[in-house]
């Protein structure tokens, strides 16, 4: 059998509503999720165990833990299909800096998921898959979904949102990285908000949905800002490029996105910014690429 290769996308909060912590620990949220062009690559493979190599430029910081998501979930599957621990030689080309507020370690596994649903014929439909990636987190079930969806609840209710257009935009990470769990621990400490829903936009045409999208908010800014302040001189880079027309942090950080009415000034930008900080993570992609 060929080695079988899947994006594992980056996934952006293009609002993120959050309210107080409940008894189990857990924080409601509601939050339009869109996933870009970009994103790791998950490879798999028939072999005689189960193993995890990671490559790339954020492959060191990383390394292949046996916490790993992708062997967790891996894992999982095995138990529920039967079989035991799947044998497979995953490989992960990390192209995605780490704590990043994208998503990358859900993803990916919900990438592998797929694959070795494929590699090895397992007869398990999505729902069952969607059950498993819930053992990576309450957003693994969206991340293998890869398709824009209104999450609320823990994250684990899901709205599927065909009417978002192809956003152009841009990811700047800082180069530090930003713990959810300590983001949250300072939300906790400050002033809570509510996990509301907003009405959908009346008009999804591109300008109208970032002008609805302007009036939203990412409750986890503001504490994530001030543990990390990277992100705030990130937020001005981005906002100073020209013809972005909203710039905002995903999840809970460090990264954050421009969004642009047109291709042409994402990729602009993405140059200007790539000059200015050589140090930084900067790409330009398309949300919402159906």
């Not at 107080?20 to 999720?33: C, K, M, R, T």
Request: net charge negative; proline share 7%; glycine share 8%.
């Amino acid at each position: 059998m060929p080695v079988l290769t899947a994006l594992a996308p980056a996934k952006i909060n293009l609002f993120l509503h959050v309210g107080a912590v409940d008894a189990d620990g857990y924080h409601p949220l509601s939050s339009l999720v869109a996933f870009a062009d970009v994103g790791d690559q998950v490879s798999v493979e028939p072999a005689d165990s189960l193993s995890l190599d990671v490559t790339g430029p954020f492959g060191e910081a990383l390394g292949a833990a046996p916490d790993n998501l992708i062997l967790r979930a891996l894992r999982c599957l095995g138990d529920l299909s039967g079989i035991g621990e799947p044998k497979l030689k995953v490989t992960l080309d990390k192209r995605l800096p780490i704590a990043a507020g994208l998503g990358g370690g859900s993803s990916d596994a919900g990438a592998a998921l797929k694959l070795a649903r494929q590699a090895l014929s397992l007869d398990i439909d999505d729902v069952a898959l969607e059950a498993v990636a819930g053992v990576v987190g309450a957003d693994g079930p969206m991340c293998l979904r890869m398709r824009t969806a209104w999450a609320e609840g823990r994250g684990d209710v899901l709205t599927d949102e065909p009417r978002l257009p192809t956003l152009p935009a841009v990811l700047f990470n800082p180069g530090v990285p930003s713990p959810t769990g300590a983001v949250y621990r300072a939300y906790d400490a400050g002033r809570m908000r509510s996990a509301d829903r907003p009405e959908a936009p009346r008009d999804w045409s591109d300008a109208a949905v970032i002008d609805w999208l302007s009036v939203q908010r990412n409750d986890l800014q503001p504490p994530a800002l001030a543990l990390t302040p990277a992100i705030g001189d990130a937020l001005a880079a981005v906002a100073a490029t020209a013809d972005v027309a909203l710039t905002r942090m995903s999840g809970s950080g460090a990264t954050v996105f421009g969004l642009y009415l047109t291709e042409a000034a994402a990729q602009a930008a993405a140059r200007t910014l790539s000059v200015a900080h050589p140090t930084a993570w900067v790409t330009a992609m398309r949300l919402a690429v159906q």
